[in-house]
């Protein structure tokens, strides 16, 4: 509950503009002072949750460092994202959310907080996701530590999130429910993400990426940064995307089949992939490549602009 400090009132117009200029931690912790601050914050249209930001203390303790870690990280979660949650809960005036962002380390406590702060974005119509959820090096450079030890996200989970135009995500796992052969996964009717225009991942293990590609009927621009993925060959598949970058990917073979006619820029470094197959890609202008042992494959020379190509 607000404490009733005696702060003075401020008009809701002055309040919004005071709390868009605040992080957003910031913001959730005043509203232990002012029931105003409480009535405001589901109204903010952007909100930025980042555990980095947090300070250390003055006492602190390089020895004693991972402990330490883990007394901020419960701070963290208990003081600002299960407050916010709260705050949320009560306000029956909830406005739509332009963006949200979420940066924090991750253990499998926090699956529940991370689902319940999804689903709360979702019901808000946001247009923006960003998440990172990190996890220990150790972790994640552990063979298929990607399975085991980060947060798993089901495609299922976004069934909500239609107006999504924006999705970034980083240190996560994305499975897909279905059992069967991805390359004879039939349309839906009904697509997953009918808004999605730009999708970014890194570091994040994928079951089936082929399948989340094509509930996005209107995407335009897809990033692979340090992703891998059960299947050797991956998959890329839409008649919306118009740039492809892929960089540092764990896989052996990158095809970009016929129905990928809008795509216009292409950016792929690698030092494991060995072969990348082009279909019907006539609108493809500008690519640049970096690999010592990558063979290529159905380039249409005449209508690109090579921008640099490494090969022996």
């Not at 299960?82 to 809960?89: A, P, S």
């Not at 995500?169 to 697509?191: A, G, H």
Request: charged content about 25%.
């Amino acid at each position: 509950m607000a404490l009733n400090v005696g702060l003075p009132h401020i008009p809701d117009l002055v309040m919004c503009q005071i709390i868009r200029l605040l992080p957003t931690k910031d913001v959730v912790r005043m509203s232990f002072l002012s029931k105003q601050w409480e009535d405001v914050l589901s109204s903010v249209p952007v909100l930025d949750f980042d555990e980095c930001g947090e300070r250390r203390p003055h006492n602190f303790d390089p020895d004693n460092y991972q402990q330490q870690q883990q007394q901020q990280h419960v701070k963290f979660i208990d003081n600002i994202l299960t407050k916010y949650l709260e705050l949320y809960e009560k306000d029956k005036h909830k406005e739509s959310l332009e963006k949200f962002r979420l940066r924090m380390m991750y253990s499998s406590s926090d699956t529940a907080i991370v689902d319940k702060l999804l689903n709360n974005s979702f019901d808000r119509g946001v247009k923006e996701l960003e998440i990172s959820l990190r996890v220990s090096k150790s972790n994640w450079n552990r063979a298929h530590a990607a399975s085991y030890h980060c947060f798993c996200l089901s495609p299922t989970t976004l069934a909500n999130a239609k107006s999504l135009t924006t999705l970034k995500l980083e240190y996560m796992r994305i499975k897909e429910s279905l059992k069967c052969d991805e390359m004879k996964l039939p349309e839906s009717d009904t697509p997953l993400l009918p808004s999605l225009k730009i999708m970014s991942f890194k570091n994040v293990h994928f079951n089936f990426l082929y399948s989340l590609i094509r509930e996005c009927p209107s995407i335009e621009h897809l990033s692979l940064i340090s992703c891998s993925f059960d299947k050797a060959i991956v998959f890329v598949s839409t008649s919306s995307l118009k740039s492809l970058e892929a960089k540092y990917c764990k896989a052996g073979f990158l095809h970009v089949q016929d129905d990928a006619k809008t795509l216009e820029s292409l950016t792929f470094v690698s030092t494991r992939m060995r072969c990348i197959m082009l279909g019907n890609t006539h609108n493809l202008r500008h690519i640049n490549i970096h690999s010592r042992q990558l063979k290529v494959q159905n380039f249409y020379e005449s209508s690109m602009f090579i921008t640099r190509y490494d090969r022996p």
